[in-house]
């Protein structure tokens, strides 16, 4: 069974300071990996989808990487922002379809 | 750009209600899911559902069933609620035609509260 992991499980940094999130998939058996985006009480948004064939995905000031071999991806953000807080979920869709997700790292970027 | 709905924001139900939780998506879109989101968990499948009246069971199909008798209403029932299914209810919908590798939509999500 699937089982992903988000470290670090929340995080604070300052106006402009980069931000890393790391997610890790234990079956590299994998059609896709999403990186999502969730504010409180809200459904979630999707920032970036990188297919399996693919290493990295940029939109903006957001780059996912993936090395499916090792089972990871990290999301990068340059230059934070105060409305980038919010929290990150990673996702990875299985041979069956289904998305597994991760538990997700909570972001406040202080102003 | 898609739309998925759905029928409540915020819900509160006493043990032992039957709970419906309405899920609608105006994109044409052939399978449909239910989630639930829990702290330190992240979401969990419910259940899916690839067209009209056809339905599969997800991770965790124990005390909720699910209706589709329209392509894009999809339905989650708790039969008997439980002080254990208070949570927040994630919908979400997308087309084999692009491909299942294509993301899912979400809907704003029902937090529901059993007491």
């Known amino acids: 069974k699937q089982e992903v992991t988000q470290i670090p499980a929340a995080l604070s940094v300052p106006e402009g300071e980069n931000l890393v999130l790391n997610c890790s998939f234990t079956?590299?058996?994998?059609?896709?990996l999403q990186w999502f985006r969730q504010d409180p009480g809200k459904g979630l948004t999707s920032l970036l989808l990188i297919q399996s064939s693919q290493r990295e995905q940029t939109s903006g000031r957001l780059n996912a990487s993936l090395d499916k071999s090792s089972g990871r991806s990290t999301l990068y953000i340059a230059a934070s922002q105060p409305g980038d807080s919010a929290t990150y979920l990673c996702a990875v869709i299985n041979n069956d379809y289904k998305l597994s997700f991760g538990a997700g790292t909570t972001v406040t970027v202080r102003a | 750009d898609v739309k998925v709905t759905q029928s409540s924001r915020y819900l509160v139900k006493r043990t032992g209600e039957k709970v419906f939780l309405e899920c609608v998506q105006d994109m044409d879109h052939e399978n449909m899911f239910w989630y639930r989101q829990d702290p330190g968990l992240g979401l969990r499948l419910i259940y899916f559902s690839y067209d009209v009246k056809m339905k599969e069971k997800g991770d965790i199909p124990e005390g909720y069933s699910v209706s589709r008798e329209k392509k894009e209403r999809f339905s989650l029932i708790l039969e008997s609620a439980s002080t254990n299914q208070t949570s927040m209810y994630l919908c979400a919908s997308n087309s084999p035609r692009t491909g299942y590798t294509d993301t899912q939509y979400f809907g704003p999500g029902t937090r529901l509260t059993v007491l």
């Open positions: 079956d590299s058996a994998i059609y896709n």
